[in-house]
């Protein structure tokens, strides 16, 4: 069945670092990918999608490539900050009424 | 406009009990899903509802069941609670339409003693 794989955490990080947390994915089809961030004590905000092979996502300084070639989809952001301190989830969807497959998450901690 | 609401926020509750959990999903939105993160884990689906009907389910026993509304609000019921059915139960809803994300509440913690 579809899977996703990301890397093990917790990532520690300073200040201004780049980042990148890489996913993988296995899929019967041609999915949605997806980073979703869980912040301390709250539920899930959708941080960046891509919907077809070589998509870009981007949002708050965070990006992802859709890469068919290597399933992959793979989180970068160039210089982190002490608030993208979360858990990173990347996930797929084959259909967008279809469940949403989830990696086991990425925590991220960004020291001053 | 308003987001994916979700009650109560903590529940605590004994094995063998049932447990029902709201949600009210953010407006225009037509698909309600419910997810089940255990601690320190991604969310499994549970069940979808589209239109007031069950659209798909995941790995979950029959003790989950679900309900959807006219307005598009939902629960999300568990009978015979288990100690391993503590976890935070999620709720999203979507808008209609190709390649959105759903949008989440920020979930009930269950606890089952």
């Known amino acids: 069945g579809d899977s996703v794989t990301q890397m093990e955490g917790p990532v520690t990080l300073s200040e201004e670092a780049f980042l990148t947390i890489n996913c993988t994915y296995t899929?019967?089809?041609?999915?949605?990918l997806f980073w979703y961030v869980q912040y301390p004590g709250e539920g899930l905000q959708l941080l960046l999608k891509a919907t077809k092979a070589d998509d870009k996502g981007s949002n708050k300084g965070f990006e992802a490539t859709y890469r068919k070639e290597t399933t992959s989809f793979h989180l970068e952001k160039g210089s982190v900050q002490v608030s993208d301190s979360a858990v990173y989830f990347c996930a797929l969807s084959e259909d967008r009424d279809d469940k949403i497959i989830f990696g086991k998450g990425t925590r991220l901690h960004i020291l001053p | 406009e308003t987001g994916v609401t979700q009650s109560p926020t903590h529940l605590i509750k004994t094995r063998g009990q049932q447990v029902t959990l709201r949600c009210s999903s953010q407006?225009?939105?037509?698909?309600v899903s419910w997810y089940q993160q255990a601690l320190g884990q991604g969310p499994q689906f549970i069940f979808q509802y589209y239109r007031e009907e069950e659209n798909g389910r995941g790995n979950f026993p029959p003790r989950f069941s679900g309900l959807q509304f006219p307005n598009y609000s939902s629960e999300l019921n568990v009978n015979a609670l288990e100690l391993d059915d503590s976890a935070l139960y999620l709720c999203?809803?979507?808008?209609?339409?190709?390649?959105?994300?759903?949008?989440f509440g920020s979930g009930t913690r269950l606890t089952v003693v």
């Open positions: 407006s225009g939105h037509n698909t």
């Open positions: 999203a809803s979507s808008l209609p339409g190709i390649g959105y994300g759903y949008t």
């Open positions: 899929a019967t089809g041609y999915p949605s």
